[in-house]
T-cell receptor, first 112, second 111 residues
Framework: NAGVTQTPKFQVLKTGQSMTLQCAQD?????MYWYRQDPGMGLRLIYY???????DKGEVPNGYNVSRLNKREFSLRLESAAPSQTSVYFC???????????FGEGSRLTVL | KQEVTQIPAALSVPEGENLVLNCSFT??????LQWFRQDPGKGLTSLLL?????REQTSGRLNASLDKSSGRSTLYIAASQPGDSATYLC??????????FGKGTKLTVNP
């Protein structure tokens, strides 16, 4: 019973490097989300996808891009990593608006 | 803009005590409210989801209430146990797809 799976769990990057965080859900959910969690700031929405083929900006989208590859997968890309992007990133999914939200275990990213 | 506040930021209680965690929000036009639990180094786990038309939801020793008019929700934990130690977050959903999260209350239950 996998739920929401994120890879990698840990990553260290140098400033300017690029990387992609992968997320997959096996619950046949329509909506998928990427959040970042920082001490004192709480959870902030980066991007979301309400359905396959659509993506929308959240509260803090600058420096990130996303791809809803298919109904199961939603990836987050950092094109040129900055130290300010050091954070814990969470992927989440749910059936649709108003539904219960399910989270992955998180990806801990450090940018040096 | 919706703002969600959780007070206190941290709470320490002895095992067996009944306790209440608070969540307040500024815009009462919400779709629903969800309570989560987060253990250190882990993701968020959904505890209870209350739709705007509901007043409360119960799951085991947990009971969540919702008062939209006053912009408040409470999470009641009965007979607390050391295993309940975690950070508890609430999130409200307005008319869009976006949930707004509080910063959480860190609960410690002492044996």
């Amino acid at each position: 019973n996998a739920g929401v799976t994120q890879t990698p769990k840990f990553q260290v990057l140098k400033t300017g490097q690029s990387m992609t965080l992968q997320c997959a859900q096996d619950m046949n959910h329509n909506s998928m989300y990427w959040y970042r969690q920082d001490p004192g700031m709480g959870l902030r929405l980066i991007y979301y996808s309400a359905s396959e083929g659509t993506t929308d900006k959240g509260e803090v989208p600058n420096g990130y891009n996303v791809s809803r590859l298919n109904k199961r997968e939603f990836s987050l890309r950092l094109e040129s990593a900055a130290p300010s992007q050091t954070s814990v990133y969470f992927c989440a999914s749910r059936r649709g608006q108003g539904g219960e939200l399910f989270f992955g275990e998180g990806s801990r990213l450090t940018v040096l | 803009k919706q703002e969600v506040t959780q007070i206190p930021a941290a709470l320490s209680v002895p095992e067996g005590e009944n306790l209440v965690l608070n969540c307040s929000f500024t815009d009462s036009a919400i779709y629903n409210l969800q309570w989560f639990r987060q253990d250190p180094g882990k993701g968020l786990t959904s505890l209870l989801l209350i739709q705007s038309s509901q007043r409360e939801q119960t799951s085991g020793r947990l009971n969540a209430s919702l008062d939209k008019s006053s912009g408040r929700s409470t999470l009641y934990i009965a007979a607390s146990q050391p295993g309940d130690s975690a950070t508890y977050l609430c999130a409200v959903e307005g008319g869009s797809e976006k949930l707004v999260f509080g910063k959480g209350t860190k609960l410690t239950v002492n044996p």
